[in-house]
């Protein structure tokens, strides 16, 4: 019941895996699950149908009779679905240039518009324009001081209602205001309400009409259920939404609601929220989004990401040293610092695919907190030790360092046996492409995520060499073993 | 020929349960926010309008004058319905195979289905109802939990309202130190209620806040402390460690405190609402529910499994943005709102 909607689509597809050929039959039954799938991740009751039938006919037919796998072939037309459903996208906040730009936000109670506000905020900040914001929630007690206090974090002004109580006169004087400044953009927070209250509906559409916002973005819950579809649609009758932002997709919500809204309004998502730091809104991208959903994982963002934020000629200088053995624990803190600038660890991890369940598993288990305390080992080491740990750092050393570093002594020998085996592992990694290595450390997700498993040194040469007759018995055992594991 | 007339045999000869309120009453919904004052059953009815709406018109819908055959394509519908307020694909499937059981190839007019669903739906919220557990002596001290933007600080306002309008001293602990402007909110809440606020400096660690109100509680000999928490995921484990050290802070206090720990779930949310349950049962010790928001278009109807898979009570329902809008939660009520109009006559 708990998995994500990736684990369950995953296991509705696997039934299909390996059945030579798709017939109606199978493919309903795989079918079944998706349908499942997609109504446990609160996608609305209409859309699922609408996508199911839309996956049906796409499937059913020549395209099955030619393919050559057919579990393949369904993956990639409920793929294919869940883009189209989603897609497409549109990124651009549509600045105009020469006048301020308006930006509204609205939506339902505790949906993060506030939030919101302030991260959009940054974001524009971020690509050097100006930006100011208008405070024109006064039903919450305190919203006011909320987005007040977001602005000072941020560092950009917010227009205040002095005393005014009327949200339509606030928005009015906040735009003026930002006119006479010559600010580019501003951005107006609106009251929660609920969809079915006429009175507030008619309220916002009415500042609507006094300002008119260049672009209205609606907030919506990533957790929300059924109802997404008729608030989505209630809030695009009053105001004609331009775009989309989902929040709280950091969470185990399994988004269905995105589906749900973009069918509806037929307005694009823009940004997704995933997270409490005001950092944390990213495009959104329906590609990504599907390939998430379907167990593919998101390595299109992570490669972007790390060609980003990783210092290019560093890298290079690491990789030559790799290459020439000259691995050290001050080389493997670099690495830890430049993988540490795409964010939070568990963040990196969840973003390589097949490590989904590694993020799950490492949920909340500090990461970060556990590099620095690695960097603390590292940094109560003398240069030599560093050089060479596993042959440097006896008994007494140890006790020292672990003094030095307020850890305990097993740690640091944990330390120093897991760089033996990294560094052998990064070794072999030297040279290879980002999307190698990336395929290379989904390799390796087998063995890390059983939390006992240490990382070895991996075996050497054994220097014997077979006979063609004992390799092959040697394969054959192989693939025997492999099969009892599949089987058990 | 035989069996077909055993399976005849079995219409439902369970009398008609007799509803709650008359059905003719409510059939215009009164407006959310109506200044009722009065009864109870009312305003609960009123806010799950919306429920009942979608249910009756849903279910009516599906009956003519005459009776409808229950074949697949019925119970397809059926199963539409009760998917559309939210109680989950299983739930609902629980319900369809119960219909289907019970009816299928049979022509049936509206009352014995919506009697079955009604059974259903009952026996799912059995556990619930159970009333706030109360300190024998000394202050009872409340927690209380959820996601970001459930409805906490509102509902931890109309909580206290409940307490005072009962003659009882409230005291309020602003545990949220992390979202901005938090504590302010809930002490103006404070101040309209006339609650006393126990506040702490923004960012420090929300333990003491609780620490410190429970303290003031002792000392003030207040009858209920009730303690806010700032929002979090159910999956941010070192968050939801967070809420274990206040709940340990609370009872080296008062040793059996607290004595509630309130979740609230927002009646918007979908299917995370399971995992919220869980997460928040697991790591803070949830013992009730908080419905909130139960005013809006949505329906509630997680509820349903949430009940039914982690034995937690509802406890209340937010039914309104008002202080006042707070009602302590009656499943058989909640099932009667829920499909009372869908025994009136269409029109």
Not at chain 1, 201 to 225: C, F, H, N, W
Not at chain 2, 106 to 118: F, G, L, M
Not at chain 2, 173 to 191: I, N, P, Y
Request: net charge neutral.
């Amino acid at each position: 019941m708990f998995e994500s909607l990736t684990a369950s689509l995953s296991s509705a597809l696997n039934s299909l895996r390996g059945r030579g050929k798709l017939t109606e039959g199978n493919m309903r039954e795989g079918l079944a699950g998706v349908r499942t799938a997609l109504l446990e991740a609160d996608v609305a009751y209409d859309v699922v149908e609408t996508f199911l039938s839309r996956v049906v006919d796409d499937a059913v037919g020549a395209k099955v009779l030619e393919s050559l796998d057919p579990a393949q072939q369904l993956v990639g037309i409920v793929h294919q679905e869940l883009v189209n459903l989603m897609g497409p996208v549109d990124h651009s906040l549509h600045l105009q240039p020469g006048k301020t730009t308006i930006l509204m936000l609205c939506g339902l109670q505790g949906s993060g518009k506030t939030t919101s506000c302030g991260k959009l905020a940054k974001r524009i900040k971020q690509q050097g324009q100006g930006v100011m914001l208008v405070a024109a929630d006064l039903q919450r007690p305190a919203a006011i001081e909320q987005l007040a206090v977001l602005g000072r974090q941020i560092g950009v002004p917010v227009h205040v209602p002095d005393g005014i109580t009327d949200p339509v006169a606030v928005c009015r004087a906040g735009v003026a205001r930002a006119e006479k400044e010559g600010i580019s953009v501003v951005i107006l927070d609106t009251a929660g309400r609920l969809s079915i209250d006429e009175a507030l509906m008619q309220e916002l559409s009415k500042i609507d009409r006094t300002v008119g916002p260049d672009q209205v973005y609606l907030v919506v819950d990533a957790m929300t259920g059924q109802d997404a579809v008729k608030s989505a649609k209630a809030f695009n009758e009053a105001l004609e939404l331009d775009g989309v932002i989902m929040t709280k997709l950091d969470g185990d919500a399994r988004g269905g609601a995105a589906l749900s809204v973009k069918t509806v309004t037929g307005v694009p998502i823009k940004f997704i929220g995933t997270g409490e730091q005001i950092e944390a809104l990213e495009d959104f991208h329906a590609e990504r989004m599907a390939g998430r959903i379907l167990g593919m994982g998101d390595v299109v963002t992570l490669v972007e990401e790390a060609q980003r934020k990783f210092d290019q000629d560093e890298m290079k200088r690491q990789e030559e040293r790799l290459r020439a053995g000259e691995f050290t624990l001050d080389d493997f803190k670099k690495v830890l610092l430049q993988t540490r600038r795409l964010g939070p660890m568990g963040k990196v991890l969840g973003m390589i695919p097949g490590m989904g369940g590694m993020q799950e598993m490492l949920a909340g288990a500090d990461l970060d907190k556990d590099v620095n305390r690695l960097f603390g080992i590292i940094d109560a080491m003398t240069p030599a030790e560093r050089r060479n740990p596993s042959r440097v750092v006896d008994q007494s050393r140890r006790r020292r360092i672990a003094a030095g570093a307020g850890v305990d002594p097993h740690e640091v020998g944990d330390l120093v046996k897991q760089f033996d085996g990294m560094s052998a592992m990064m070794k072999g990694m030297a040279g290879l492409g980002m999307r190698d290595r990336l395929r290379e450390v989904q390799r390796l997700q087998t063995q890390m995520t059983n939390p006992a498993a240490r990382l070895g040194r991996p075996k050497g040469d054994t220097g014997k060499r077979l006979t063609a007759d004992e390799r092959r018995k040697q394969k054959k055992q192989r693939e025997k073993d492999a099969r009892r594991k599949k089987r058990g | 020929m035989a069996l077909f007339r055993f399976g005849r045999k079995q219409t439902p000869d369970t009398p008609e349960p007799t509803v709650a309120a008359p059905a003719t009453g409510d059939a215009t919904p009164a407006p959310v926010a109506a200044p009722s004052g009065g009864g109870l059953l009312d305003r609960l009815r009123a806010g799950l309008a919306k429920t009942a709406r979608v249910l009756n018109t849903d279910v009516r819908d599906l009956f003519k004058r005459e009776g409808r055959l229950v074949d697949e394509e019925f119970l397809e519908e059926l199963r539409a319905t009760l998917i559309r307020t939210d109680m989950g694909p299983a739930a609902a499937e629980g319900i369809v195979v119960d219909v289907r059981e019970r009816l299928r190839a049979r022509v049936v007019d509206p009352e014995i289905v919506i009697d079955s669903i009604r059974r259903q739906l009952l026996g799912r919220l059995e556990q619930t109802g159970a009333a706030v557990a109360a300190a024998p002596t000394g202050p009872t001290v409340i927690l209380v939990t959820g996601v970001n933007g459930s409805g906490k600080t509102t509902s931890i306002a109309k909580l206290a309202r409940l307490f005072t309008r009962e003659g009882k001293r409230v005291v309020l602990g602003a545990g949220d130190t992390f979202r901005a402007a938090a504590v302010e909110q809930l002490s103006m809440w404070a101040a309209r209620l006339g609650a006393e606020l126990v506040r702490g400096e923004p960012g420090c660690d929300p333990a003491s806040v609780a620490h410190r109100a429970v303290a003031r509680a002792l000392e003030g000999s207040f009858d209920v402390c009730i303690i806010d928490t700032a929002g979090r995921l159910q999956t941010q484990s070192n968050l939801m460690q967070e809420l274990s050290k206040i709940r340990r802070v609370i009872s080296k206090q008062i040793p059996d405190a607290p004595h509630e720990v309130l979740l609230v779930i927002d009646a918007t949310a979908g299917q995370n609402a399971l995992s919220q349950a869980k997460g928040f049962k697991e790591a803070a010790g949830c013992t009730g529910i908080v419905l909130a928001k139960l005013d809006g278009s949505a329906r509630g109807g997680v509820i349903v499994p949430v009940t039914e898979q982690f034995g937690l009570p509802v406890k209340f329902v937010g039914l309104g943005e008002t202080a006042d809008d707070l009602e302590a939660f009656a499943p058989e009520r909640f099932v009667a709102a829920l499909l009372e109009g869908a025994l009136a006559p269409a029109g």
